[in-house]
Each structure stands twice: as structure tokens, then as C-alpha cells.
């Protein structure tokens, strides 16, 4: 992953001046901003993506008004979590990238920020088994209430077919 | 029921738990929506979804990258096309391929013409969801000449595999040119005549006008998008915010509504088909013979990273966020499928309104399951 870090940097203009003055807003400076192909990027530490999904939406500068996409990678030990953000005013994007252990994978949850993320929640826990805290009701989404593991795991075997 | 079963002791009435699918015809599909009322009044509607979950996006995980293509075909099968670009175009943003240009005409155009098609269902459907039985006539066949000009190119009437990593699957058939035209222009009329027949009926009005108007705060609080969005005002186009392949090329406008109800909802669509058509007719003008497919190895191996890509359906904001590891197959596959989103706000926009305009308001969002539950 890290190697694909700067290879091509296409932000658009909008995103360039987010880069710009993210660092002064978000207040931390810990944190690493990469670009991955036309997408600024951060990684957050797990206990930040509340705070900082409240600060990128609610500041004047940031505005980071639509949800677009909340979806999980499991890279075998760890399961990344990416948001993905667009501003209908504004006109730029990011992701924000926080990495979860998958034996503890818990999150707070951000569906009281965006209304959106709640049914996107729902899916990754019902298919990761992510858990987000505070969430309103984290009930299986896609499967039956009484299916027993994650599906969308890697761990998870798929149907061998036998031809014939 | 007996009516006094709904009345508790002390004389008021209790909530009613009425149970509206998954088999319920005006669905649209296998979905189920718990409605709890009182009286006639809705109190609160609780959606369950997940009957055609089928695992698309594991099952991404075990097939190589062009085999990939016919399980997008499967999940909006109303705009098979659409679908099949989108995750074509996150393929080829990782691969940094350039695709001919002749390969982005026919994308482009049929991509246009399944917009048509799509809304022209919708146009039918909800004509039954309000109680019209004759618009579901008049779409339909708009729809099979659409169907039918499908065939010729792709060789399939719904599922076709056509638009390929790199390119489409081979040129179109000589007498395409000719046919397009055709259709084109029967389009052009029937679009007016649709129009004329639901649009401004007193029935039709007195049903959608003014029902379940959506904010634009809220609309994009639950990541509503394409026609619903619009119709609350807000100008927002993917294929002009964000244009891709070849979208700058063409002069088209957005049509937006005002209120955010069920006939602004209908009526964008109406007016999206128009634009489609001249799109159409820019694009046959602009055409040029050449290569419609770019030069790529066989087998498609994009390099290890990842990549998301936004598209314009016609149910809104499709999106592909797609990982890579290097392989021969997708590392991990996530759709970001609009009727998803635009269906969980249905709890909020059921919530207060009478019994009968439920099925007008789901049937307003247009949704396909297909995609919803993957």
C-alpha cells in the first residue's frame, strides 16, 4: 500500500486548497497526507475519526457535506475502514483511512454526523462484523438475523463448485 | 381485523402494524417495509432489504478482472450498461489506460439510450403505483425499440457484457448508423407523447403534487442522489461536476425541480430523457471511425493500489471502490449503489404521510434491488 503513496499527484484545484489548510483546521499533527491517485488521503488513529468527521463537516472551510462511500478492506489482520467525502459547496473530496485490529475491530460510529452512514454501518458490520459504538441500531442489514459469521471476511470460505 | 381490537381500554386508539411485501407487487421487487399506523397516518416505516443479496462483491473476489463484468450487468438490471462502465472505468483509472475515442462514442450513446430505457420503465411503473394503467403500455414500447437496438450491438437484450476493460467488445453493425437514427427519432416523438399522456393529467397531479417534499439538507445528509436529489434544487450532475470520458465534449443541462416531491421527482426524469437524446444526436454528429478497443494485454493486471470512481446513473451517484493486490482478480470490490442510499431515507420520508402515498413515494425513488442487496 505505502509504495503506491505519491505516484501520480492529480489533485484537482479544489482539493489543492484543501490540502492547503486542512493542517491548520484539523489540528493534528500527527497525522500524514498523502495523495492516491486524484484522492487526498489521511490515515486516522480510530479514536480521532469521530472528532475529526465532526470537524470536516461542521467547518465553513471544509464542508464536507456528503457521505459518499463507507467501506471496509480486510487485509487479513487488520480491517480498514474508508470514508470517502465529497462537498456539494466546496467541489473537492477525501478519504480518511483508519485501520482497525480484527480481533477488537471497534469503532465509534459516525451516523449521527452523516444520517447516510447509518444502512453503510449496518452492511459492514453485518459483513465484517465492524462494531460501531453509539450506533442507533446495529442490526444485520443484507442477512437473515440468524446467519452465524461475516461473510465479506477473507476467513470466510467461499462455495467450491465441482464441475461435473 | 375488528375495529374494536384497535382500540386499547381507556378508548384511544393503539398502532397498527401493516406488513407491505416481500412479495408485494408495487415493490419493485423482493423488498419489505413494515409500516406502523395510526389511523391512516403513518407513524413509522421500518425498510428491511437484503432478499437478493447474492454476494456480488465476494464473489468479485474469485473471478479475474474481465470476468467481473457480467456480475455488474446483475446488479442494476434495469441499466446494465451504466453498471458495467462504472467498474470499467475503475479497471483502466488503475491500469492509467487511455481508451479510444470511438470506443467513448459507443459507450457514451448506449450508456444514454439504457438511461432512456431505464426511465422509460420508471415512467411506466409509476404509472401503475398511482393507478394508471395506460403509461406502462406506452413505456414499454419505447423501451423494446431500445431493447431491441441492444441486441443488434451486443448481441443480448438485458445482460449484455459489452463495455469491456479498455474498450467496448467490438465495433457496431453496419446498419447500426441507420437504425440509431430511427429510433432516435421515434424517440423523440414518443418522449412528447408520454409527456402529454401522465405529466399534466389532474389525477396524476392531485396524487404526486406536494408529497413527501424532501429538504436539500436532508437529501444530502442521507447521501441521496441523482434525479431525487435534483429535484430538490441543488444542481449536481456527476457527468458535469466531475465529467468523465467524454461528457465535456457535449452541451446538455441538469434539470432540477423546486419542491422535492414525488411529481418534481417524475418530472426530472422526463426531462433527463430529452437531454439524453441530444446528447445522442451531439455525440452520432461527432463520431469518427477507429480503434474500439485500446491496446492492453490479455490478461488484465492492474498494478497493487486503489482507486474509487463516480458515475452517473440514472438513479444517481454509482461508485466503485476498487482494491487492488496485484493479481489477477480484485483484491476487493465495493459498490456504492444509489438506490442503496436513496432507499434508507424512505423511514424519513414515510414518517407522517397517509397509507395510500406510500407506494407513490417508493415508487418515486425508482429503486432496483438488484443493487440495493448485491
Known sequence: ???????????????????????????QPTLQYRTNIDELTVNLPGDLVHTICKILKTHTDTAFDYLTCLSVVDYEDILEINYHLFSYTK??????????????????????????????????????????????????LLLPDDFEGNPGLKSYPLHEYKEW | MKISENINESGSTVDMLINMGPQHPSTHGVFRLVLQLDGELIVDAEPHIGYLHRGSEKLCETESYSQVVTLFDRLDYVANLNSELAYCMAVEKLLELQIPDRAWYIRTILCELNRISSHMLFYGVYGLDVGAMTPVL????????????????????????????????????????E?????????EKAIEECDELLTQNEAFLARTKNISCLTIEDAIDFGVTGPILRSTGLVEDVRISEPYGIYDRFDFGIPIGSTGDCWDRYYIRMQEMRESLSIIKQAIKQMEPGEVQAKMRRIVRPPKGECFVRTESPRGDLGVFLVSDGSQNPYRVKVRAPSFANLQAIKHMLEGVYVADAV???????????EVDR
Open chain 2, 360 to 370: 407513490v413515494i417508493l415508487g418515486s425513488l425508482d429503486i432496483v434491488l438488484g
Open chain 2, 179 to 187: 437504425n440509431l437514427h430511427a429510433v432516435v427519432l421515434e424517440l
Open chain 2, 138 to 177: 406506452y413505456g414499454f414500447r419505447e423501451r423494446e425499440r431500445i431493447q431491441s437496438l441492444f441486441e443488434q450491438v451486443t448481441g443480448a437484450r438485458m445482460m449484455h457484457n459489452y463495455i469491456r476493460i479498455g474498450g467496448v467488445k467490438e465495433d457496431t453493425p453496419p446498419e447500426f448508423n
Open chain 1, 91 to 140: 467541489r473537492h473530496k477525501m478519504v480518511l483511512k483508519c485501520e482497525l485490529k480484527s480481533t477488537d475491530p471497534t469503532i465509534s460510529s459516525i451516523s449521527n454526523i452523516w444520517r447516510a452512514a447509518n444502512w453503510f454501518e449496518r452492511e459492514a458490520h453485518d459483513l465484517f462484523g465492524v462494531l460501531f459504538e453509539d450506533h442507533p441500531s446495529l442490526d444485520r
Open chain 1, 1 to 27: 500500500m505505502e509504495d503506491q503513496a505519491n505516484k501520480t499527484t492529480a489533485l484537482n484545484a479544489a482539493s489543492q486548497k484543501l490540502l492547503g489548510i486542512l493542517p491548520s483546521i484539523l489540528n
